[in-house]
């Protein structure tokens, strides 16, 4: 059995009704999806958050980071970095920022390949994204 005691990684792809969530392996190697959370308010995102937080061990959290395709700032930038902060706060742990541009395009494409259509599965589009997220940061976690 795993020991609850390794610290994982994170990662939200924050949206304003939808949070993809991904989580590394207790190896910090792969991403592995954990859920969609589809939220009406800002106190019914903080519970379904705080029970992923009470479930595992977290060392810190990865936020998609939306850039416009040519890398200047997306107008959504700011809510998301003012969520990074309520994140550090909240649960006083390491918040990172990774480049999610394709992220969405990556999972609508995963989906399509799998003969399922992205429209119809927004929740598993987020899901996904934050998987592919997660991975990249990893990757260059693990390559340095």
Same mark, same amino acid.
């Given at each position: 059995? =795993? ?6 990684? #994170?990662?939200?792809?924050?949206? *304003? ?5 991904? $989580? !590394? ?11 969609? =959370? ?6 019914? #995102?903080?519970?379904?958050?705080? *029970? ?5 061990? $977290? !060392? ?21 970095e003012s969520f990074g902060k309520q994140l550090k706060k909240r ?12 992220s969405s395009r990556v999972a609508e494409n995963t989906l399509k ?5 992205p429209s119809r599965n927004k929740s598993t589009v987020d899901k ?17």
């Amino acid at each position: 059995m =795993i020991s609850r005691n390794i610290k994982r990684i #994170l990662a939200l792809d924050f949206g *304003k009704k939808r949070v993809g969530v991904a $989580i !590394s392996d207790p190896l910090n190697i792969t991403a592995q999806p954990l859920s969609t =959370i589809v939220y009406k308010n800002d106190m019914d #995102l903080w519970v379904n958050l705080d *029970k992923v937080q009470q479930s595992f061990k $977290i !060392s810190h959290i990865v936020l998609g980071k939306p850039l416009n395709m040519d890398g200047s700032k997306s107008d959504f930038l700011k809510e998301v970095e003012s969520f990074g902060k309520q994140l550090k706060k909240r649960y006083s742990v390491q918040v990172d920022y990774w480049d999610e541009r394709l992220s969405s395009r990556v999972a609508e494409n995963t989906l399509k390949f799998s003969g399922k259509s992205p429209s119809r599965n927004k929740s598993t589009v987020d899901k996904i994204a934050a998987i592919w997220i997660l991975q990249g940061y990893m990757d260059r976690l693990n390559s340095n």
